[in-house]
Structures are given as C-alpha cells and as structure tokens.
C-alpha cells in the first residue's frame, strides 16, 4: 500500500480549488445562470402557472415596444446617461481635491477626515428617496429656508460673474450645476475620497523632495508629480463611479415596477439587457479615453 | 533626522516673508474650505437632529432656528410605531451581521486562492469574479428571484424531499446563501480589496509558516489572517452599512419580514391618516434619523481605526 504524497504546489492547487468552491457555486447557480437565463426571458413572455413558470418565445419584439411603445423608457434611459456623463467627471475632480487637502498636515485632521467619510456610511437609496432638504427647505421651517435661499443667492452670483468674465454659457451652467448640487456630489464621493488618499500616501517622499530640490513650485509638484502618479486611481474611480451610480437612479425603479407591478418579467428583462449594454458602452469608451493618459511609474 | 531638503524648506518658510505669506494665505484657504465642506456634510444631519426633537407648535413658529423650544420625544414615539421600530431594527440587525460574517469567510478565502493558491484557471475565474462587479444587478434581478422562489439545487431537493421545489422568499436564506457563496451585495469588490492586500504580504512570511509544518488552511488562518486585519476593518464595516443601508436586494427578497429601510420607504403611507404635509415630512425625517442613528454611533467608536485601516489596505489600481 504505497500512496505517492502531493507535492507542496499540487497541494496549494487543491486548498486554492477547495477554497473557490464556493465562488464557482455561487458564480453557476446565482450569477451565470441567471444571467443566461435573463437574456432567455427577454426573448419571451413569462406566464406564472402552477407551481412554477412557463416561457414561451416571441423573438425580439420585447427590445423593439421598449423604444416604439414604452412611454418611460426612452426618457428615463437618456436622463440616467446624462446625469451619469455630468456627474462623473465633477466626482472625480472633487474627491481629487478632497483627498489632496485631507493628505496635508493640519490641526483636526483626524475629525475632518472622520466627517468626510460619513457620507459612505449614510449614502443608501432609501435615504435619497426621501431626501428631507428639499421639501422641509422650502416650507416654513425657518431654519432651513434662510440656509437654502442664501444657496440660490450665490450660485446666482456666481453665474453672473463668470458669464460676465466671458465663460461660455455651457461651462457656466455646468460650474454652477455642480455648485447647486454640491451636497448630492460630496454624499457620493466618500470611497473615491478614500481610494485617492490611499493612492496619495503610497507615493514615495524621494520623489517630492528631489523636486523641492530642483525648485519646483507647490502647483508644479501637484501636476508634474502627484497627478501622474494618480492617473492609475483616476481610472479606478472613475469605473467605481460610474458602476456606483447605477444604484442610484431612476431606471432601476422603472426596471423593479416593470417586473414586480405590471408583471411584465420579459420587458423588464430587455430593459435591463439594454441598460446594460449601455453602461458596458460608456465603461468602454471611457476606460479607453483615459487608459491612453493613464501613467504607470513601473 | 530630517532630509536636508526639508530643513531648507523650514529655513525658507521661516525667513522669506514672501513664502511666509504664501503659506499663510493656503491656510487660511484650506481651512475655509475644509471646514465649508464639514458644513455641507453636516448641516444636514444636524437639522434632522433639530427636527427630531420639535413639537407639531414650533414647526410655524419662525423664531425657533435650532433649538426647539417645546422640546418633546413625540416625533420619534410615532415614527417608532409607524416604522415597528423595534422588530425591524432586530431583523435588520441580523440580516447585516449575518451576511457581513459569512461574506468576511467566503470571501476572505476565495481572494486568499486567487492570491497565493493559483490553479489552472484561476486568473479567468478571477475575470468573472470582476464581471460580476460590472453587470448591474437589475440585469440578473428577476432569474435571482425566480431561483429562490423556486429553489432547487440542481435538482436535488426534489430528488431527497420529493417536492418539487422550495421557496425560500421572506426567509433570511437568500442573503445567506449569496453570501456563503460570495455573490452577495458588492462582493466581488471585497474580493478585490482582500486579493490586493494579500498580495501584499511577504511571501517569507508565509512560506516559513510552511518550513516549520503548517498546513495550508493553518497557515492561512494564523499567519495571514492577523495580518490582514486593516482589510478586515474595512471590509467589515463596508459590507455591515451597505447592508444596513440596502433597500433593493431586501425589497426584492422579503416583503412580509420587515427591515428598517423597507419600513421607511412604507412609512409615507402608514402615515397616511396624518394630514399635515409638513408635520408628515418632518416624521419622515426621524424615521431617517432612526435608521442611521445606529450607524452614525457605531462609526463614532469606529472611525479612527477604520479610516487608519482604509488607507493602509491600498485599494490601489
């Protein structure tokens, strides 16, 4: 009875496949599957019968009433792109700067740091649902009113001076946008803040100093050393952002609605797969755009 | 001791006015900004906190700007029974640390594999594993629910119990069945964070935990564990507030067992015999504050070690 003993490496192979077993389960039973499964549904109409479901196929008339009869779709689809288009680039600027300034030696940066992370704890849909500001803001309740009309006097402010300093008016709307809605950007901004600072920390002293040392300004150490060396992070973020914002729009309501109220399993099933593919499109393009700036110190 | 680049930055900064007043100029600016976005962050929750404690009286009352003057406990007492604060806040509770223990394990283990115990094709499994994060969960949302509606594992439950299938919809199964097998909420991402920082443990370290006998299930919970702890803090507290916070895969899953981010979306209409829209929205409001209140204090005593933890995993690139 001589059994030849596994190696050390085959050994590995065998733990490394025991420990992904339950990834390969799960990945089959509750990712795979019911990706092609869903596909399958969008194909077809679901009709619920006697203990179970039955599918019958009609081809891809599903994917055409999506944009020939369905009144929300279209529009729904088209103000998520957007609002993903706008947001993502103002994210990304802001938590850029956030992480910069939150890197600096100040007294209190422990706390700033603490407040600068709460949005991540208290981001949730159901929060954003039900946003209060607006609603108390605009009633009689005193303390908000005042808060929220001095808002609208800057930014209005704001507008005129960089209209009348001869900005384009598509930047002028896109700056003050972004100043109207700075709650909603900083609220979804706190992983990225906290992906840039850990990307600021592993840059190495050496290289500052040795700029300090040839006579590099403040300005020109941020862009000539700290953004390259963030260029990798920016990518980073801005795939997270995009896939982040999924979670937040309308289009997920409309999907859930379709599916769970009218019961219409295979349209809600081809507005998915449309969305998707949309999404995968603007991933696409946008790691493609930045990937070619992108600088890798290695 | 300081590079001698840094002692000629302390002697220009000390000496030459100009770069004095520079440095004092971005400090005075840099504290402004910092402490405007602390407001921004702030401001809200703190009108929430000044309007949980306001009687029906002080909402017209145009002098009362912080600090209510008929301080009352009114506001939550109702928010409490419309929301069934109590019940739901257990089964939230045990829904978010269920999942975030399993989740930890399962995926903890599989990034571990996808580290250090490469197999034939574990770099494509790991591409899949990154395509889950990309594939926007309504995609695969109504196959999910189908599944455990009618759930049965490839077969063999019919096979050993006989009925056809199982549902497992209002039970807590389907949370603890995707995150045993780590295609819970957002796990793909934890695979990630715990691959990356696995990687960067020393190969040393491990490799004389082998030299001196131990097996590599050992190895992997005494050596490379307690090293991971930042990733764990991280992970942890990641997967516990999205969790908490979820409302899509828990409106998806129960719809007789009640959580607090459910009720809250509910709570408009339990609240229906109440006419006053203001006073409707400033209930509102409480509920709010009564599902992050729990939160908001567990990451008081957590805060310092979890935004120390973050930036030692290196999610980085």
Redesign the interface.
């Known amino acids: 009875m001589f059994r030849k003993s596994l190696t050390?490496s085959q050994?590995?192979?065998?733990?490394?496949?025991l420990?992904?077993a339950?990834?390969?389960?799960?990945?089959v039973?509750?990712?795979?599957?019911?990706?092609i499964?869903?596909f399958r549904?969008s194909l077809s109409t679901i009709r619920l019968v006697e203990?179970?479901?039955a599918v019958d196929y009609k081809g891809w008339s599903n994917y055409g009433s999506l944009f020939t009869t369905n009144p929300d779709y279209p529009r729904k689809l088209t103000e998520s792109v957007v609002n993903m288009v706008v947001n993502v680039p103002i994210i990304i600027i802001f938590s850029l700067f956030?992480a910069v300034?939150?890197n600096?030696k100040?007294r209190g940066r422990?706390l700033?740091?603490?407040?600068?992370?709460?949005?991540?704890?208290?981001?949730?849909?159901?929060?954003a649902?039900?946003d209060?500001?607006s609603?108390?803001g605009g009633?009689?309740?005193?303390?908000?009113s005042g808060?929220s009309g001095g808002g609208m006097l800057q930014s209005f402010e704001l507008k005129k001076m960089l209209t009348e300093s001869g900005l384009a008016p598509v930047f002028v709307d896109y700056i003050t946008g972004a100043v109207d809605r700075?709650?909603e950007i900083?609220?979804s901004s706190g992983v990225q803040i906290?992906?840039f600072?850990?990307?600021l920390?592993?840059i190495s002293p050496a290289l500052y100093?040795a700029s300090?040392?040839e006579g590099a300004t403040g300005y020109e150490i941020f862009w000539k050393v700290t953004f390259p060396m963030m260029t990798?992070?920016i990518?980073?973020n801005t795939v997270y952002s995009i896939?982040d914002s999924?979670?937040r729009n309308s289009i997920?309501a409309l999907?859930?609605e379709t599916?769970f109220k009218s019961f219409e399993?295979g349209q809600?099933?081809a507005?998915?797969?449309v969305?998707?593919a949309v999404?995968?499109a603007i991933?696409g393009i946008s790691t493609a755009i930045i990937s070619r700036k992108v600088f890798y110190y290695d | 001791m300081k590079s001698p680049a840094a002692y000629a930055d302390i002697i220009q900064y000390r000496f030459n006015p100009l770069e004095k007043s520079k440095l004092w100029l971005w400090k005075a600016v840099r504290t402004v900004m910092i402490v405007g976005f602390c407001f921004i962050i702030l401001f809200p929750l703190f009108l929430r906190l000044s309007v949980a404690f306001r009687s029906k009286a002080d909402i017209y009352d145009p002098t009362v700007l912080w600090i209510p003057r008929h301080f009352t406990l009114d506001n939550i007492k109702i928010a409490m029974e419309a929301t069934q604060y109590f019940p739901a806040l257990l089964n939230t509770f045990l829904i978010s640390a269920g999942t975030t223990i399993v989740q930890l394990a399962s995926c903890a283990l599989a990034a571990y594999a996808f580290a250090r115990l490469k197999f034939r094709g574990s770099g494509l499994l790991f591409g899949l594993v990154i395509f889950t994060i990309v594939v926007p969960p309504q995609t695969i949302m109504i196959p999910l629910y189908l599944t455990y509606r009618y759930f049965d594992l490839f077969g063999l439950i019919k096979l050993f119990t006989g009925k056809s299938s199982l549902n497992l919809i209002d039970t807590f199964w389907p949370f603890l069945i995707s995150s045993a097998t780590a295609m819970g909420l957002k796990n793909g991402l934890y695979i990630y964070i715990f691959r990356q920082f696995f990687r960067g443990i020393p190969k040393e370290i491990e490799e004389s935990a082998f030299v001196d006998g131990a097996g590599v299930l050992r190895t992997f919970y005494r050596i490379m564990l307690p090293n991971a702890v930042p990733a764990i803090v991280t992970v942890v507290l990641f997967s516990f507030v999205w969790q908490w916070n979820d409302s899509y895969y828990v409106s998806l899953f129960l719809s007789k067992v009640k959580v607090l981010s459910t009720q809250l979306m509910d709570m408009g209409s339990a609240l229906g015999k109440e006419p006053d829209l203001v006073y409707q929205s400033m209930l509102l409001n409480t509920g709010v504050l009564l599902l992050t209140a729990p939160l908001i204090i567990l990451y008081l005593f957590v805060q310092r070690y979890f935004v120390e933890s973050v930036e030692r995993t290196g999610i980085v690139g």
């Not at chain 1, 603490?114 to 981001?123: C, D, E, N, T, Y």
């Open positions: 050390l050994k590995k192979q065998l733990y490394g496949l420990f992904v339950p990834l390969i389960l799960g990945l039973l509750l990712f795979l599957l019911p990706l499964q869903s549904f203990g179970g479901f956030a300034l939150l600096q100040f422990a700033a740091r603490a407040i600068f992370f709460l949005p991540v704890i208290l981001a949730s849909a159901a929060i649902n039900l209060i500001s609603f108390v009633s009689t309740l005193s303390g908000s808060e700075i709650y900083i609220s906290l992906i600072l850990a990307g920390q592993s100093e300090r040392i990798p992070l990518l980073t896939i999924f979670s997920n999907i859930s599916a399993f809600s099933a507005m998915s797969w969305y998707f999404v995968t991933l």
